[in-house]
Nanobody
Framework: QVQLVESGGGSVQAGGSLRLSCEVS????????MAWFRQAPGKEREGVAA???????SYADSVKGRFTISQDNGKNTLYLQMNSLKPEDTALYYC??????????????????????WGQGTQVTVSS
């Protein structure tokens, strides 16, 4: 079992920045993928960014150049640095984990059903 706890959400004006954190505890895996997803009201949950055990990262087109996913050296915390925020970034942001390397499978890396473990989410609201 893996437990995930997100934090760092809040309200910000367009153009501002936020950094989300996800504390990871429980079982550890040598091979894994961690990702950030988001879900806006009335919309499907969508993948935003993903990182695997060797630090390779992948981003959704909508956030490329604005968001950066990273993890600390101990790999106990996942981050999402969000810059140049837009009102359309408003959503509940979730941290997710899967004990497989998914970045080599681009058709799977942002599929929510591929991830075994989820946090409870942290709200990000961007006003215009």
């Amino acid at each position: 079992q893996v437990q995930l706890v997100e934090s760092g959400g809040g309200s910000v004006q367009a153009g501002g920045s936020l950094r989300l954190s996800c504390e990871v505890s429980g079982d550890t895996y040598i091979v894994y993928t961690m990702a950030w997803f988001r879900q806006a009201p009335g919309k499907e949950r969508e993948g935003v960014a993903a990182i695997d055990d060797d630090g390779s990262a992948s981003y959704a087109d909508s956030v490329k150049g604005r968001f950066t996913i990273s993890q600390d050296n101990g790999k106990n915390t996942l981050y999402l640095q969000m810059n140049s925020l837009k009102p359309e970034d408003t959503a509940l942001y979730y941290c997710a984990h899967d004990p497989r390397g998914l970045l080599g499978r681009p058709e799977l890396v942002f599929m929510r059903d591929e991830y075994n473990y989820w946090g409870q989410g942290t709200q990000v609201t961007v006003s215009s």
